[in-house]
């Protein structure tokens, strides 16, 4: 209780860089480039009807050859088709020729480690090189960012890597706010990262939920971070507008995004529908439309109190099993987080341990022992979320590691508890034990709800697995409260029926193993680092609550039932 009091200021500084908001919206630029092409008007008009809609930044592609080539500044042509205009020429077989403002082709020489060579033929000069060029990047419109810039607009500067480009040149406009990389890996990544994070000036690069990069990680350790929600194309197209919206203010709501990248729908009523939805949703939530500012903190010397608690839950854990396996299990778990977390060994112990403490307290009858396991779980809480939180993990680049022993640990150890001290006469009995049908199917119950809770942990379970009226019935409590997670809602609805209906004790006892995966989920659900503390607080709360008055109705109707059935 002393290290769990201790603890609690070293959240101040997570929660104070948390607030959700402000956050930009971002449209795609290769989509209104397309849309200007279609509707014949500028990329400017464009983006000045989207900011009447409430989008105030758009993302810069770096182009390549081709995209220079289509708008007419570039000629581009292999060596066999050159030599049919100009048969005379010397022309290198194999070798590719491009030719317009030389100032263009400077531009593009100094960005490739290639050879190239200047050659005349006809009246034109032409730089050559020995491999397709069509895909090379080939800059920015630095004409467009700066008129865009000098409207307000929020820039985002979006490059790509490439084999044979050169890092020691200009890598984004001056004029860009932020840094979105294109692909799977950043500018560099394999050999030129120190390089790469100099010549991005200090700009924030994007971290993209559901895109890991390979060298963000490096980088994120120079520059400035922020959190990057978007939805591909072909999922948006199955979406309604409401829908759509719905997803990212969830995003900036509760998962800390800052930097919401669009894309518009085929339809322009879609588009300008899905926009005033989402800016009426995020003004309901409080959530301000703006400059993201950084989301940097120095977590507080304190958290290593936690440490303590977390050694103390150790200590109550090995000393409330039944004897002699205390010890041995407490030492296993700690090798189990030493191997699995290493460094972040602390909040993964003291996710598989404190869930599991209340239900050692025998002596509490009725709800008193739901109770204690809940205030033991939230203890666990603070430890968990003291030493866990630092920049890198509440910015989503260093998850939490164990998920899944959070949820099946803290059961295990619950069945462990109900061991007699002597074990032997009770292992012997449990084996000549005749099985009841009635027993086989509570026990594959029970075994099925833990292995359901494992494959739904997390924001990505298989749509399989979660069915329709599920989903719908989610989006209906995140509308009107932050959802609780249901498999909280479950296991705290089986408390109230396990400790006040008079069951064998071989089946209060497979009830509370259930209810012990709800006590692992409230320290599952804090171990998303990224959401923000409120909101995890508010979903175990809401959890508690409605799981606890389930429960209570519960109650009433087996009673009721057990009066039938017996009449």
């Known amino acids: 209780m002393v290290a769990a009091v201790l603890s609690l200021p070293a959240l101040l500084p997570r ?66 088709s050159l030599q049919l205009v100009y048969p005379n020429a010397q022309i290198r077989p194999g070798w590719f020729y491009l030719t317009g403002p030389a100032s263009l082709l400077d531009s593009l020489v100094v960005r490739w480690n290639i050879p190239t060579e200047r050659v005349l033929i006809g009246t034109q000069t032409w730089l050559a090189t020995p491999v397709n060029v069509d895909f090379f990047p080939a800059g920015y419109d630095l004409a467009l960012a700066r008129e865009l810039k000098a409207q307000g607009f929020y820039l985002v500067a979006r490059p790509f890597d490439h084999p044979y480009r050169r890092y020691d040149v200009e890598l984004i406009p001056p004029e860009a706010d932020a840094v979105v990389f294109a692909g799977l890996d950043v500018l560099g990544y394999k050999d030129n990262l120190e390089v790469v994070a100099s010549g991005l000036q200090g700009k924030p690069i994007a971290w993209i939920e559901g895109t890991p990069q390979r060298g963000f990680a490096q980088l994120s350790r120079t520059l400035p971070v922020k959190r990057l929600f978007s939805i591909r194309p072909e999922w948006q197209d199955k979406l309604t507008p409401a829908e759509t919206a719905d997803k990212f203010v969830l995003a900036a709501r509760e998962r800390g995004h800052q930097l919401l990248y669009l894309r518009p729908y085929k339809q322009p009523g879609d588009t300008e529908a899905f926009l005033t939805i989402l800016r009426r949703d995020l003004e309901r939530s409080r959530i301000p439309i703006g400059t993201p500012t950084a989301r940097d903190f120095s977590p507080s010397p304190l958290r290593f109190v936690a440490l303590v608690g977390i050694l103390a839950g150790l200590g109550l ?96 150890l619950v069945a462990l508890s109900f061991l007699p001290a002597a074990y032997r006469p009770a292992l012997n009995a449990l084996y000549n034990h005749p099985l009841k049908l009635g027993e086989v199917a509570v026990a594959l119950l029970g075994l099925a709800v833990v292995g359901l809770a494992v494959l739904r942990r997390g924001n990505d379970a298989a749509p399989s697995i979660v069915p329709e009226w599920e989903l719908q019935l989610r989006a209906f409590l995140q509308d009107v409260m932050v959802r609780p997670r249901f498999k909280e809602i479950f296991a705290h609805a089986l408390a109230p029926v396990a400790l006040l209906l008079p069951w064998p004790t071989w089946l209060k006892n497979v009830l509370l193993v259930l209810v012990a995966v709800g006590m692992g989920s409230i320290l599952n659900t804090f171990s998303h680092y990224h959401t923000p503390l409120s909101i995890s607080f508010f979903r175990v709360l809401n959890g508690l609550i409605i799981g606890l008055l389930v429960g209570l109705v519960g109650v009433w109707v087996v009673r009721r039932l057990r009066e039938w059935w017996l009449r």
């Open 317 to 412: 854990l090995a000393l409330g099993l039944p004897q002699p396996w205390g010890i041995p299990v407490a030492v296993l778990l700690t090798l189990l987080a030493l191997g699995v977390a290493r460094g972040d060994a602390g909040p993964l112990l003291a996710a598989m341990v404190f869930p599991a403490l209340g239900f050692l307290e025998r002596h509490l009858p009725g709800l008193r022992l739901w109770l204690a396991a809940v205030l033991y779980s939230l203890a666990g809480v603070v430890f968990l979320a003291a030493l866990g939180s630092t920049p890198q993990s509440v910015l989503g680049l260093e998850p939490f590691r164990g998920v899944s022993l959070t949820l099946v640990v803290p059961p295990l």
């Open 15 to 80: 929660m104070q860089a948390e607030r959700p908001g402000p956050v930009v919206l971002i449209m795609d630029g290769e989509e209104v480039a397309d849309q200007a092409r279609f509707t014949g008007q500028t990329f400017l008009q464009v983006m000045q009807a989207y900011r009447a809609l409430g989008v105030q930044g758009v993302a810069l592609y770096e182009q390549t050859v081709r995209n220079w080539v289509s708008r007419g500044l570039l000629a581009y042509h292999p060596a066999n």
